[in-house]
């Protein structure tokens, strides 16, 4: 039904794909040849692929359920990490990759956005606006496809997982399309600083071919005034998005909420069968959605 796969970022909350993925993807045969992903939606994408997304669920709430804050503020006075997001985020990436990462050559082609600043912009103060337009795209603007950040001079670029040497080029390329200081420290991929991807566009669509066929693309947020699913045409492509029916019990830096890291993927699994029911009932909802 669907030759490409578009997966938001949106931290935590990208469990809910976990969920609805796996209550969709035999009934549908979900076999892409394209995926496009963001930041945690990329990191997700690619456990799917290795056939690790149930264990990567089991591991982070553990590991959010051991953590007791998502700041320390104490640590400002001895050197260590105020926030401990990057660090759980990296342990994470080599837990669940370092021994499948070869099966990452031989599914479907993975394609991760990395956000890159304007050249006119000093970079420390490029790094702040890019801060600004990432939270204004998500609490303000809330459209699906924004273009404040393309207007400036901000650009997506997208990099092949399967052109990764091994699972340490990996993990950087997926820490860097998650890059938003201060969570995170300043990071640089292929000699260039890296920002998280969905700066530009936290709906990776530049990933995906042109030319005929049919999209999948999972949000990971409500968008008002959008159905819980609902394609638009492009071109000669149909984009069939779907969002969560509800706002997911886990904000996107929330690394203390292992109940709601569950939760966000049972809710997956529910709006999977409901998109089920009503796909093969020949029910789906079609309307034209626009960007910004």
Excluded at 114 to 134: E, K, N
Excluded at 237 to 251: A, D, E, R, V
């Amino acid at each position: 039904m669907f030759d490409q796969v578009v997966f938001a970022g949106g931290g935590g909350r990208c469990t809910w794909q976990i969920g609805f993925w796996e209550s969709v993807a035999e009934e549908i045969q979900l076999r892409p040849r394209v995926v496009s992903g963001v930041s945690a939606g990329a990191l997700i994408a690619g456990l799917i692929m290795i056939g690790k997304a149930s264990a990567a669920v089991d591991y982070f709430a553990a590991v959010f359920k051991a953590n007791q804050r998502n700041a320390y503020w104490r640590n400002l006075f001895c050197g260590k990490p105020v926030f401990p997001h990057y660090g759980i985020y990296r342990n994470g990436i080599r837990a669940l990759f370092s021994e499948c990462f070869p099966r990452l050559r031989y599914g479907a082609e993975l394609r991760v956005a990395v956000s890159r600043p304007p050249h006119w912009l000093p970079v420390s103060l490029a790094l702040a606006v890019g801060g600004l337009i990432y939270y204004s795209n998500k609490y303000l603007m809330r459209s699906l496809h924004p273009g404040a950040a393309r207007r400036l001079g901000y650009h997506q670029d997208f990099y092949r997982v399967q052109d990764c040497r091994d699972v340490t080029d990996f993990e950087q390329l997926i820490l860097s399309s998650s890059c938003t200081p201060p969570f995170t420290p300043r990071l640089w991929w292929q000699g260039m600083e890296a920002l998280d991807g969905g700066v530009v566009d936290n709906v990776p669509v530049g990933g995906i071919d042109p030319g005929k066929g049919r999209v999948l693309i999972l949000l990971t947020r409500r968008y008002r005034g959008c159905p819980d699913w609902f394609t638009r045409r492009n071109g000669e492509q149909l984009w069939t998005y779907i969002q969560p029916s509800k706002p997911p019990p886990i904000s996107v830096w929330d690394f203390t909420n292992a109940e709601g890291l569950r939760s966000a993927c049972e809710m997956g699994r529910h709006d999977g069968r409901l998109f089920l029911h009503n796909v093969l009932a020949d029910h789906c909802y079609y309307t034209d959605v626009g960007g910004d």
